[in-house]
């Protein structure tokens, strides 16, 4: 019998994951958003970053994203359960 993964705690796991990460990045932009900007253009293989940055994230901006992040957190958890579900099938 080969494994199979939850769905549902699966996309749960990617959800929450993908929740802290959006968190995390958010208070560091707003402890100290230059740092921040280096390290994700550090990260891109040197794209300036800066150009696309904005100079301020409001709370209501930071929250939408994090809530965005959860919900693509889990609908891609999801579907990776699925397929990996079926290809174990």
Request: charged share 10%; proline share 1%; hydrophobic share 55%.
């Amino acid at each position: 019998m080969k494994e199979r993964l939850s769905v549902k705690r699966t996309a749960n796991a990617l959800a929450v994951t993908a929740g802290i990460i959006s968190l995390v990045c958010y208070i560091l932009i707003l402890i100290t958003p230059a740092g921040t900007v280096n390290f994700f253009g550090a990260i891109f293989h040197g794209i300036d970053m800066s150009k696309i940055a904005v100079e301020s994230v409001s709370i209501g901006n930071g929250l939408l994203g994090v809530i965005e992040a959860i919900i693509l957190g889990w609908i891609i958890g999801w579907l990776f359960a699925k397929i990996y579900n079926s290809m174990s099938a």
